[in-house]
């Protein structure tokens, strides 16, 4: 029995170390405009479907946000199964809208500003095999109806 727990133990071990991971950063390096710092999907691209996990930064002394504008890419599929985190893990509280491809998380407290947010695809469906997913994120700030570009981020398939 002791030796059935362990190698179950070990392959979920060696199971858990294989599955990899991607990140992006974003090209643009200024301490006053929000930025995508990194993404993360899981399991592996070889996986129908996904979640994916992008970590947006918010400098301090900028406006606060008032919405995050995702456009995705044309081949996956997004669900409306979409989270938003604080930097302590705290759900926040955002009405989510789609035009075609494009995605709308609104902030209806107006209170993101200083922080860094997790935003969670909990369900996206891709294909198996394929070419790099782009997804493009710009914000609007409380005040101002100018769409700021803040970043991209890609997943490569494997």
């Known amino acids: ?3 059935i727990l362990r190698y179950t133990a070990a392959f979920a071990l060696a199971t858990a170390a294989l599955i990899s991971a991607s990140y992006a950063t974003t090209k ?26 992008f970590r947006l930064r918010i400098p301090q002394n900028n406006s606060p946000l008032f919405q995050l504008i995702i456009d995705t890419p044309s081949t996956v599929a997004v669900s409306n199964d979409i989270d938003v985190r604080d930097e302590n893990g705290q759900k ?19 209170t993101v500003v200083n922080t860094r947010l997790l935003i969670e695809f909990n369900k996206v469906r891709q294909p198996i ?7 493009r994120f710009s914000v609007k700030v409380v005040g101002s109806d100018t769409e700021i570009s803040i970043g991209e981020a890609r997943f490569f398939t494997f």
Do not use: H, L
């Not at 926040?92 to 075609?100: E, L, T």
């Open 92 to 110: 926040i509280n955002i009405n989510i809208s789609a035009n075609g491809r494009i995605i709308i998380i609104e902030f209806p407290e107006k």
């Open 129 to 135: 095999q394929g070419s790099t997913f782009i997804y």
């Open 28 to 53: 643009i390096d200024n301490s006053r405009v929000s930025s995508v710092d990194n993404n993360v999907e899981f399991p592996s691209s070889n996986w129908r479907i996904v979640k994916q996990v």
């Open 1 to 3: 029995m002791k030796k």
